[in-house]
């Protein structure tokens, strides 16, 4: 699908409304938060938006994360007036939580069922690993296998026509057309054992951390002290926070090249369409 980036500059005006409000509300409440993902290389490459990217991402440590839940419930699940979701606030079976901005709809063509949403900003609780690597190993095999069974028990909402994928994603793929998984698996069921998985060791204590939820899965996962050292990156009109030591984070997630720009695909691999 080809990007209408006069649709796509209409979506970054609404996300950064959210990302706007979610900033304050950390700064008002002592709560850290990091750019994550695409918007951390956005930051860097583009001092803003990737011109073709469709959401925001941040991380919090859990503990934040934890927080930040339970004082946005006090408020009727809003942070000013955009409503936040969670599979443990709302009917949604993502586990990642949600910030949206309903003024802005788009849809969503990744999937074999095509989807309808509000735009939106995903928030990512960053989580300990066990300090042992024999332990560290084991414990991301776990995660791996509880993450593989949530995808599962929701399959139809899979991003298969996403294609550059590993060997190993491919074939689970293929295996999730024959078996219909999602026919035997109870969404619930997985969200909240791998839920309880995640935080099984403290972020505090842990040498290395996280995001495991993001889109690199085990990528994702980095020594703590990066996220002890932060600062503030120009984000549009913004001023936003991010690991200072950008470098090692996005050249593990992105390849040294990460300056240069990605494949079509990748410019719109959740196959975005904004509905005016």
């Known amino acids: 699908m080809k990007i209408d980036f006069d649709d ?23 709560l850290e938060y990091f750019l994550m993902g695409g918007t951390f290389l956005g930051a860097v490459r583009h001092q803003g938006f990737i011109p073709w990217d469709d959401d925001i991402d941040v991380g919090m440590p859990r503990a934040d ?10 408020n009727d699940n809003k942070i000013d007036s955009f409503p936040f979701k969670t599979f443990k606030n709302s009917d949604t079976s993502e586990y990642v939580a949600r910030l949206e901005n309903p003024k802005t709809r788009i849809i969503d063509r990744s999937a074999v069922d095509a989807e309808e949403r509000s735009s939106w900003m995903d928030i990512f609780a960053l989580d300990g690993m066990p300090n042992n690597n024999f332990a560290r190993k084991v414990h991301s095999f776990n995660l791996l296998r509880l ?3 949530l995808k599962y028990s929701e399959f139809n909402k899979v991003s298969v026509n996403y294609t550059e994928r590993s060997f190993i994603e491919k074939s689970l793929i293929k295996v999730g057309k024959i078996i219909q998984p999602e026919k035997w698996l109870n969404t619930r069921k997985c969200l909240n054992k791998l839920d309880q998985a995640l935080q099984k060791y403290p972020y505090e204590s842990s040498e290395y951390v996280v995001n495991f939820m993001g889109a690199y899965k085990l990528r994702e996962m980095f020594p703590k002290r990066l996220y002890d050292d932060t600062r503030d990156y120009t984000f549009e009109n913004l001023s936003l926070r991010g690991a200072r030591d950008y470098d090692v984070i996005l050249s593990q997630l992105y390849g040294s090249n990460y300056m240069e720009p990605p494949s079509e695909q990748m410019k719109n691999k959740h196959f975005t369409e904004v509905v005016r």
């Open 8 to 30: 796509r500059k209409l979506l970054h005006s609404s996300e950064l409304k959210l990302v706007e409000s979610f900033s304050r509300f950390c700064d008002l409440n002592n």
């Open 147 to 149: 993450r593989l069974m």
């Open 65 to 74: 994360y934890e927080k930040m839940c339970s004082l946005i419930a006090r």
